[in-house]
């Protein structure tokens, strides 16, 4: 468990290395850290030795006694921030560089060119049990902070369920990544990708951060939902390689509704 010292001296290091405001960074150190950085396409990767680590740029080091946290540059490595420098030199027990988890996805961005902010929903899938087969229904009910009533996640009893977490009410998955890992020759049944939604012709990378309807149903788009190797052991193999960055998204339900196939999804203001 991370001390509250700790999550916050590494926030800071986290805020300065991203050039914002230290207050705009989440100070739990764990899961809410994680998710935060996960919507910015960004992620915390161990380094092996931070005093060896040759990286021509920022890296975070934790000090071993005290555990705070500082931030070092260069090869060989000096510190270039500190918060909460110890009153004598320690050594770095944990290092990590914040990577990104998609560099292609910068660089879209890059090109400016608008994603698509509109499509419909094409098939509505909800489980009751982790793990077990997906059932396709042709409207679901969406209850606000928690998610399609009757699905696991709803129930907190989700694979990956974690109350201390966002973004696990709802997942959502685009047709057209489906059909380009059947024309890669891994075909399966939209429902057993296993998220709640499938949709057709808008960007769902593009709803990250963002606002966005379902019918009538109100949500935010947290972070990609990626496959995983759980995900390729409940369908066939290639799923994994397939549908890297194509997994979809997760999103947090903001509002009771009616969700219906057939039914408009789109970007707010």
Known sequence: MTSRFEASSL??????VLGISPHDVPRDGDVALGQ????RNLGLVPVESAENFAWPGHFLGRRRGSR???VLFGVPPGVVFEPEPPAAPEAFDAAFVLAAHD???EGDANKRVEPSRTGTIELIAISAEAERPMMTVRSAEALAGRGLRG???ERGAGSFSNPSGRGYDLTLVEAEALEELAAGGVEIAPAEARRNLVVR???LDGLIGKRFRVGEVECFGQRRCEPCAHLERLTRPGVLRGLVHRGGLRADVLSDGEIRVGDRIEALP
């Open 36 to 39: 935060w950085l996960a919507r």
């Open 68 to 70: 705070t946290w500082a």
């Open 11 to 16: 926030a800071k290091c986290v805020a300065y």
């Open 201 to 203: 012709g808008v960007s």
């Open 151 to 153: 699905d696991r996640y």
């Open 103 to 105: 560099p292609k996805r």
